[in-house]
C-alpha cells in the first residue's frame, strides 16, 4: 500500500483561481456548475435528469463503439461494459484528452483512472450500472502539443521523445497521422532512458505492439490504454466514427442554425470576469463551435445564409454542410456537448483548466436541452520514488513542501550545503557592522561633513565585499558537497521537472518499466471518490 499526503488544491503550483474554487466548494463558483461533487444529493438529482433526456439512439451508439473496441482488441471487462451500457437505466463517466505520444503525460492516465474509480463508487451507490467511458481527442490539428513524451536523462535533465512525421499537413486531424519508421527509433530513445528495471522489457514489448509502423497515431494511443485500463473496464470512443457524426448530426444543425454555443458563452464570460474569473475558451462572434474537416481542420464563418471555409473560401449552406455531417468536427465548447448527445453522462472528468471552460457552458447546454453533468476535478499525484526519498530524507524535509513552496524550499536547501560556522560568523560580522556603522558614520560626519559621501561609499565596499566573499564561501561549500548538489537538482528534476508539476511533464512508461503494471492498480486505489485532489505518494 503507498503512503500519500495530500495538498490542498489552492497550494498546487499553476492551479487557476476559478478552479481551485470550484475544488473547495466556493459558493462564488458553484453557480457556473451543474451541482456541488461533494453533495450525494447532488449526483442523485443529475442521474434522474440525464436518465429523462433526449438523445442519440442508444443501440447505434453502442454498435459503434462495439466496433471500435473490436478494433482496439478491447479486454473481456471493457466489452461487458459496453453491454451494461447499451441498459436503458445504465449511466456514463466521461473524461476525455488529446491522444498524446506513448499516452501522454502522466495526468492523462490520472484522468482516466478517477473515471473508472468514479464509475465504480457511483454504480454502487446508484445501484445502476455507471460505466467509464474515455473520449479520444483524435481530431485535434496540433500536433506539437502530442508529438512528445517527457522522461528525464539520467534522472535529472528533462527531456522529450519526439515523433515528427515526414508525411503531416497543415492542420491535419492527429487521428490522420499514420506511424511511420521513425517510430522505432523514439520508442528506443524512450526505452533508453530507463536503466535496466524488472518489469521493462515486458512494458517496451507491450508498447512497441501498439506504436508501430503502419498504425495509426491516436489509434495506437487508444490501444495502450486499452491494455493499462483493460481490467478496470474503461470504454473508448473515438469521435471521428463517421456513424457518430450522423448520430450527432441534430446537434450539428442546431449549432449552425442557432448559434448556440457564442450566445450562451458570451453571457457567461460576462458572469465570470464580474466575479473576477478568467474566461478559457475564446469565442468568435461569427463563428460556429464546428471545424470543416476538408484538406485538414478548418474555421467556418457565417456569412448570409451560410458559412465561408476560412481555408477555401468556398460558401456553403447549412443544408449542404449537413448533407455530410461526418465533414464536421466539434471545437472544445461544443464536444462536451457532442458526447453527452451521444452518452448518457452523468459526469465528466477534468483539469483545472477543463474546469475553468466547463464553467463556460451551463448556459450552452441549458439552449440545447441537455442536462449539464457533475464536474469532478480529477486526481492528481507527484510520484516519489527512491532516489528522490534518500534525498528527503538527507534534507529533512517533505516532498509535498517541495511541491509547495520550491522556491523557498531550494533556496533553504542550498543554504544548508554552507558550513554552518561559516554562514553563522559571515552573517554575525555583517550584522555587527549594520548596528555599529550609524554611530561609527556619524562621528565622522561630525568631525568633517565632507568625510559624509566616502564614508557611505566605505561602507558599500565593505559590504560588497563580504557579499562576494560570502558567495565564494558558498561556491567552495557547493563544490565540495557536490553530490548534494547533485541530489538538489536530482529531486528538483523529479518532482517539479522544468519547474512544472512532474505531471504535466513526465510519461508514465518509465514509471510502469520500473514498477510494473501494479503501479496503475495501486494509483486506482488511492483515489479517493469523494474528493480526489493531489496527493504525494511515496512509491
Excluded at 79 to 86: D, G, K, R
Excluded at 212 to 240: C, I, K, Q, T
Amino acid at each position: 500500500m503507498i503512503s500519500k499526503t495530500v495538498i490542498p488544491p489552492e497550494q498546487l503550483p499553476g492551479m487557476n483561481r476559478l478552479a481551485a474554487d470550484y475544488c473547495t466548494h466556493a459558493p462564488a463558483a458553484a453557480g457556473f456548475f451543474a451541482g456541488d461533487f461533494s453533495r450525494p444529493e447532488a449526483w442523485l438529482e443529475r442521474a434522474v435528469e440525464v436518465g429523462r433526456a433526449d438523445r442519440a439512439d442508444r443501440g447505434r451508439v453502442i454498435a459503434a463503439l462495439r466496433r471500435q473496441l473490436d478494433q482496439l482488441e478491447a479486454g473481456p471487462q471493457s466489452m461487458a461494459n459496453l453491454e451494461l451500457l447499451a441498459s436503458p437505466n445504465a449511466l456514463a463517466i466521461v473524461t476525455g484528452q488529446q491522444a498524446g505520444l506513448f499516452g501522454g503525460p502522466l495526468y492523462t492516465l490520472y484522468k482516466a483512472l478517477t473515471t473508472c474509480k468514479l464509475a465504480r463508487h457511483w454504480s454502487e451507490q446508484l445501484g445502476r450500472p455507471v460505466v467509464p467511458v474515455f473520449y479520444v481527442v483524435s481530431e485535434d490539428h496540433d500536433f506539437v502539443e502530442v508529438q512528445g513524451a517527457g522522461y528525464l536523462e539520467g534522472g535529472h535533465i528533462l527531456k522529450k521523445a519526439l515523433y515528427s512525421p515526414s508525411s503531416l499537413r497543415e492542420r491535419m486531424p492527429v487521428g490522420l497521422v499514420r506511424l511511420e519508421a521513425e517510430i522505432d527509433a523514439v520508442l528506443a530513445e524512450l526505452a533508453g532512458s530507463v536503466p535496466e528495471a524488472e518489469f521493462k522489457a515486458e512494458v517496451i514489448a507491450d508498447l512497441a505492439s501498439c506504436y508501430h509502423p503502419g498504425a495509426g497515431f491516436a489509434g495506437a494511443f487508444s490501444r495502450w490504454y486499452a491494455r493499462l485500463l483493460g481490467e478496470l473496464g474503461m470504454v473508448f470512443l473515438d469521435p471521428a466514427d463517421p456513424e457518430l457524426k450522423r448520430l450527432a448530426a441534430p446537434l450539428f444543425r442546431r449549432e449552425l442554425e442557432k448559434r448556440i454555443t457564442v450566445e450562451r458563452i458570451e453571457i457567461a464570460n460576462t458572469e465570470l470576469l464580474a466575479g473576477g474569473y478568467h474566461t478559457q475558451l475564446p469565442v468568435h462572434p461569427l463563428r460556429p463551435a464546428l471545424f470543416l474537416l476538408r484538406d485538414g481542420r478548418h474555421s467556418l464563418e457565417r456569412t448570409g445564409n451560410g458559412y465561408r471555409n476560412l481555408h477555401s473560401g468556398e460558401i456553403l449552406s447549412i443544408d449542404e454542410l449537413m448533407a455530410a455531417p461526418e465533414q464536421l468536427s466539434p471545437k472544445a465548447a461544443l464536444r462536451p456537448l457532442f458526447e453527452d448527445y451521444l452518452l448518457p453522462t452523468l459526469a465528466y472528468v477534468g483539469g483545472p483548466g477543463e474546469i475553468a471552460y466547463w464553467a463556460q457552458l451551463k448556459g450552452v447546454y441549458a439552449g440545447f436541452g441537455l442536462p449539464m453533468p457533475m464536474v469532478v476535478p480529477r486526481a492528481g499525484f507527484t510520484l516519489v520514488e527512491g532516489r528522490s526519498r534518500r534525498a528527503l530524507e538527507r534534507f529533512g524535509i517533505a516532498a509535498a513542501e517541495v511541491v509547495q513552496r520550491p522556491t523557498e524550499i531550494l533556496a533553504a536547501l542550498r543554504e544548508r550545503l554552507v558550513p554552518a560556522d561559516l554562514a553563522g560568523e559571515l552573517a554575525e560580522l555583517k550584522a555587527i557592522i549594520g548596528q555599529r556603522w550609524p554611530r561609527l558614520q556619524g562621528g565622522i560626519t561630525a568631525l568633517d561633513q565632507t568625510l559624509q559621501v566616502p564614508a557611505e561609499k566605505s561602507l558599500q565596499q565593505l559590504m560588497h565585499t563580504l557579499n562576494q566573499l560570502e558567495q565564494k564561501v558558498v561556491r567552495a561549500a557547493e563544490n565540495r558537497e557536490s553530490a548534494g548538489q547533485a541530489q538538489i537538482d536530482a529531486l528538483t528534476a523529479a518532482l517539479l521537472p522544468g519547474g512544472i508539476l512532474q505531471e504535466r511533464q513526465l510519461n508514465a512508461v518509465p514509471f510502469l518499466c520500473r514498477h510494473g503494471r501494479g503501479l496503475i492498480g495501486e494509483l486506482y486505489e488511492a483515489i479517493d471518490a469523494a474528493n480526489p485532489g493531489h496527493s504525494v505518494v511515496e512509491l
